[in-house]
């Protein structure tokens, strides 16, 4: 027979466990709901912390965020396009680091021309000194450094916004120079209705201002964002043509924001005085 004790102790242990089975049941939903609420903020999220870490783009990649893509629901994962690019060249990224922004060695008053060298086709890009002068140089000196060869464009975004961000040496969306730059020529003629037009080069930031580092992001679809990053340059129509069939493969996670399915590495970036 049962003493009243054991009753006591038996309906303790079944309070005890009813509650544990509550306490399970709530942190398994407060889960699921953190998930999805973290799954919608990563596809908004690609201003700053998405196009710079994360990036367009907090560095990066993703990386980016906060850059007004628009929300889109979860798609199921397909199986990936062929890859379309080579293997990249031998060599690795390397790990180099400034205090301090470069001092003005461009003519501010002439011409310059980014060529990148990637394992999917080469990219002409066209830069507009005289407007974004700080940036031009800065990409004139890490390109020098040999900063950006054997580097991965880390994130492809193809709902909302339509970007290759590329730039980081750690091909994570965290990295960068060591020194950020100043915002330049967000009121190019060229950003419309807070529309970067397909062919734009843009400088990634954090979403604060004065952030941009070393990564960017190439434009290859009309893409609606905030006059926030710096317009640099417009890509040549053999470099569209790259950006096209990187944008084509897809990118890795079937959500429209993630590591392209193409091997993008630069090879080789260079800057020219034309």
Sequence with gaps: MVSQEQRR??????KFLRQQQRRTEA?????VRNSVIASVLGVVVIGSVALYTTGVLKNDDDKKTNAGAEVTPSATPTSKAPDPCAKPAAGSAKKLSWKKEPAMTIDTSAKYTL???????????ALKTSAAPHTVNSFDFLAGKGYFDHTKCHRLTTRGIYVLQCGDPQGTGMGGPGYTLPDENLKDKSLKNNTYPAGTVAMANTGQKH???????LVYKDSQLPPSYTPFGTIDAAGMKVLNKIAAAGESTGNGDGAPNATVVIDKATVGKS
């Design 115 to 125: 060529k990148l060298a990637t394992t999917c086709g080469d990219i002409g890009v």
């Design 27 to 31: 942190r398994r939903k407060s889960r």
């Design 9 to 14: 102790r038996q309906l303790a242990r079944e």
């Design 211 to 217: 952030t941009g580092g070393s990564q960017f992001f």
